[in-house]
């Protein structure tokens, strides 16, 4: 990227861009980079990515707490495509210790973060080391409490290599759920089965659950929690001091 143009000036002029158009400018701009996948909206742009640059670099954080469908997804996903997912998994000492203090559910006492901080901001911390840019699903209208603001492109500056830039592309930030599965219908693309059964936005096992009609899909995460809290420290940026 040319230095002199900021990432603000950037972002404008992506931000009526096609998410196709958002990944063909980061695939073009970077080789080392990479999908983190795990949801509807990952899986939309893996399918467009792999038509750019066929062996995309796609990593996903397995917590040890994912529904087996998840697993099921993945390996579909690894199949279809013909990919590599790299599997990224936390620290075992670290889990350990967690779960010997404070059990298995310590996330309904105590909140999510430091269950989120060990099993998936930790091993997404040292991925992101090794990279000079990543790509994430995250919508705007995801989670009104959170993401509303959230631009095409940023400066990430919470996993950033010390004294270096790591550019973040968010290119389905404008679209709607309805346009993701829309995308997914129409190009046949594989999806976590947990979807036809309630689930809209998947996470980790305990803290994922089905959502009735009319519910925003952010509620059927760490539903104990407060909405302006609902992020798992991978996008930590968006929450509001
Ligand atoms: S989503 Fe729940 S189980 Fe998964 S890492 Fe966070 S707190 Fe732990």
Not at 48 to 55: C, E, F, L, N
Not at 60 to 76: K, M, N, P, V, W
């Amino acid at each position: 990227m040319n230095q002199a143009i900021s990432f603000q000036d950037i972002d404008a002029k992506l931000q009526d861009a096609p998410p196709k158009d958002i990944l063909s400018y980061a695939l073009e701009e970077h080789d080392n980079i990479a999908i983190s996948f795990s949801g509807a909206e990952d899986i939309v742009l893996v399918d467009m990515a792999v038509k750019i640059r066929p062996d995309i670099a796609v990593f996903s954080l397995d917590t040890g707490r994912l529904h087996a469908e998840t697993y099921q997804f993945i390996e579909a996903v690894r199949k279809h495509y013909g990919i590599q997912v790299e599997l990224l998994f936390p620290d075992a000492a670290a889990v350990q210790k967690l779960v010997k203090e404070k059990g298995l559910f310590s996330f309904y006492e105590d909140n999510h973060q430091e269950c989120c901080g060990i099993r998936k901001v930790g091993p997404l911390r040292k991925k992101l080391l090794e990279l000079d840019a990543w790509i994430t699903g995250q919508r705007k209208d995801q989670s009104p409490g959170t993401r509303a603001n959230i631009p095409v492109i940023q400066n990430d500056k919470v996993f950033a290599r010390p004294g270096e830039s790591l550019t973040k592309f968010n290119p389905l930030v404008n679209w709607s759920s309805a346009q993701v599965w829309e995308y997914i219908r129409m190009f046949d693309v594989p999806y976590n089965s947990l979807h036809d059964k309630g689930f809209k936005s998947i996470g980790c096992e305990p803290c994922t659950r089905p959502t009735h009609p009319g519910q925003h899909e952010r509620e059927g995460r760490w539903w104990w929690e407060e909405s302006t809290k609902k992020e798992c420290g991978l996008h930590i940026d968006n929450v509001k001091k």
